[in-house]
């Protein structure tokens, strides 16, 4: 089956930098899917959509993020990226990527999430 893969999360200072990796096996070619996407879950609250890109490299950031996330993929590597600048406290949570796999029901296929921590 279709398999997401995360790496990349961890522990920063508030302005620090850091980039989130999502490889997705042969079953699930980035360039084949409806759309690729990362969210994040803040503690108490729902998941959000933080960013979304197209196989043409079309891209969606929610508010918080524009200016200072950055997605992107390779389609040879079959790797979706969140390059996280500037990062704030605000932006501490658990962030999952995910594949629209083109079956009507959007993002259905989801990594493991990983951890980013923004503390002084």
């Known amino acids: 089956q279709v398999e997401l893969v995360q790496s990349g999360g961890g522990s920063v200072q508030p302005g620090g930098s850091l980039k989130l990796s999502c490889a997705a096996n042969?079953?699930?070619?980035?360039?084949?899917?409806?759309?690729m996407a990362w969210y994040r879950q803040i503690q108490g609250q729902e998941r959000e959509l933080v960013s979304t890109?197209?196989?043409?490299?079309?891209?969606t950031y929610d508010d918080s993020v524009k200016g200072r996330f950055t997605i992107s993929q390779d389609l040879v590597k079959n790797i979706l990226y969140l390059q996280m600048d500037n990062l704030k406290t605000e932006d501490t949570t658990v962030y999952y990527c995910?594949?629209?796999?083109?079956?009507?029901?959007?993002?259905?296929?989801w990594g493991q999430g990983i951890q980013v921590t923004v503390s002084s």
């Open positions: 890109i197209t196989a043409d490299g079309a891209s």
């Open positions: 042969e079953y699930g070619f980035i360039s084949a899917m409806c759309g």
């Open positions: 995910a594949a629209d796999l083109c079956t009507g029901w959007g993002y259905n296929r």
